[in-house]
């Protein structure tokens, strides 16, 4: 849903159901939503700056959430896998199965809800743009390996939702566009610089003695020992 009033205000909600069979019956849907406000400045009656110079001045807020369901189909059943023995018994080689995976507690959706303020800026009549945001996103419910069991565990560690992440960082883009005639015909051409940095932290990982073979609260990621 989209609301504009004279161009000026500027207001856009959105709402996602997703569903997948990858999930327990209980949390086999999930509803995400977002808002995001504008505020064209330049378009106020009091705005006397010639357009020439300055031709859009915007600034923008955002919030909202978005799910990632790509886990492993499956993960929240027991699986008996069906083999076939090596040696041949009777002349036949028969099958087998063992103990099944290890369930992970609660296998839910990962969700990621991020947290934006940006500015748009337009100069000589658009021909030179300017887009700067700032932004938070707090991932939930990440979907990852759990912390190494020891080996009288008897089965691998199953992927579920062990860690939360924090990441912050910022993005620029500028632009130039213009045209001009070449043999009588308009040659036009668009130059653009974009720059970007980030930064995530994990927020919550059980491994209370920081081991640095898997994720610990505090850790950045990219970091190096």
């Known amino acids: 849903v989209n609301y504009s009033y004279k161009d000026k205000y500027l207001v856009e909600l959105n709402g996602r159901l997703d569903a ?3 999930f327990p019956s209980d949390q086999q849907t999930a509803f995400f939503p977002s808002i995001s406000v504008g505020y064209r400045l330049s378009n106020e009656s009091f705005w006397n700056v010639d357009p020439d110079f300055v031709s859009n001045f915007k600034i923008r807020a955002s919030y909202g959430s978005l799910g990632n369901g790509n886990v492993s189909p499956y993960s929240y059943m027991e699986l008996f896998n069906i083999s076939q023995l090596g040696r041949v018994i009777n002349g036949t080689r028969p099958a087998y199965t063992s103990q099944p995976n290890v369930i992970p507690s609660g296998l839910t959706w990962e969700t990621a809800t991020t947290k934006n303020v940006g500015i748009d800026l337009g100069f000589a009549s658009n021909k030179l743009t300017i887009t700067a945001d700032v932004y938070q996103r707090l991932t939930k419910d990440m979907y990852t390996n759990g912390l190494p069991v020891p ?12 860690a939360d992440m924090e990441t912050n960082g910022w993005e620029l883009s500028m632009s130039w566009k213009d045209q001009f005639n070449v043999a009588s015909k308009p040659f036009k051409y668009d ?12 927020t919550k990982f059980n491994n209370p003695d920081k081991l640095l073979s898997n994720y610990y609260e505090g850790m950045e990621l990219g970091e190096i020992w």
């Not at 009288?152 to 939702?161: H, I, K, L, R």
């Not at 130059?191 to 994990?202: G, H, P, Q, Y």
């Open 191 to 202: 130059v653009r610089f974009i720059l970007a940095d980030n930064k995530s932290k994990i």
């Open 20 to 22: 997948s069979s990858k």
């Open 151 to 162: 080996a009288v565990f008897g089965a691998d560690v199953p992927q579920g939702n062990y």
